[in-house]
């Protein structure tokens, strides 16, 4: 009786195993087929590069689309923002943000471009453009959040330092009394101004590939857990 309780109780581990092992695995290709479709919805505006106005920037159905938009309008006063561990060319360094207030439609935040951190991290000065400009880019969902560890952002001399592009964070700290829009507005590289930046969609992040490779390993360790658990109960049983 003992022999078989314990034949149970193995096996209820095991299929809990393995059914952990699975969601993980479906979660990675989830993730990889969502990634996949960003990207080519992504490709096709990028190669249309039909404009927008900014206004469409406030859409909330649009959250989550992608638009190449055109607009006037100025900078905020507001402190820059800093988006904290940012890797290019193998070097730290920050994103930096700044609000823009369009002509048409509510305010958005706009990625300015990437700047390397010195080994002290000291914060690089990023001025903010004066006048009325008009810019151009991609409107894009901000980057993902990842784990949301800790406060979203914090002051640093005259600027905001970020963990993460939390917008409602952002007009707390701000003291923004209009809801930011739901989209951030990544700057053509083309325009002057602005720092070093490219439209790549998976900045610090994981590509397609690497997530159907994960899930691959996941599903492989939940078939290795089967086949280990299918081993002992026949061995078990032999024995008896």
Partial sequence: MSRRRNLVV???????????????GLWQTHRAVEKEAMLAAAAQVLERRDPQSL???DDIKRAHAYDWALGRGEFDKRDVLLLDNQQRHGQAG???YRIFLPEHGGPLLVDLGWLPLPGDRKLPA????????ELRGLL????????????????????WLMTRVDLGAMEKA??????LAPRVLRL???MKIGYE?????LPNTLPPEKHRGYAVQWFALALAVLATALILTFRKRRQA
């Fill in 10 to 24: 193995g096996w209820v581990l095991a299929a809990l195993v393995i059914a952990g092992f699975v969601r993980l």
């Fill in 94 to 96: 920050v994103r930096a």
């Fill in 197 to 201: 930046r490219d439209l790549e969609l």
């Fill in 188 to 190: 053509d590289p083309a």
């Fill in 55 to 57: 206004a469409v920037a």
């Fill in 140 to 159: 894009a969902p901000p980057p993902s959040t990842g784990l949301a560890l800790g406060p979203a952002l914090g002051r640093d001399h005259a600027a």
């Fill in 174 to 179: 701000t003291g923004l009394s209009v809801p």
């Fill in 126 to 133: 990023v001025p903010r453009p004066e006048g009325t400009l």
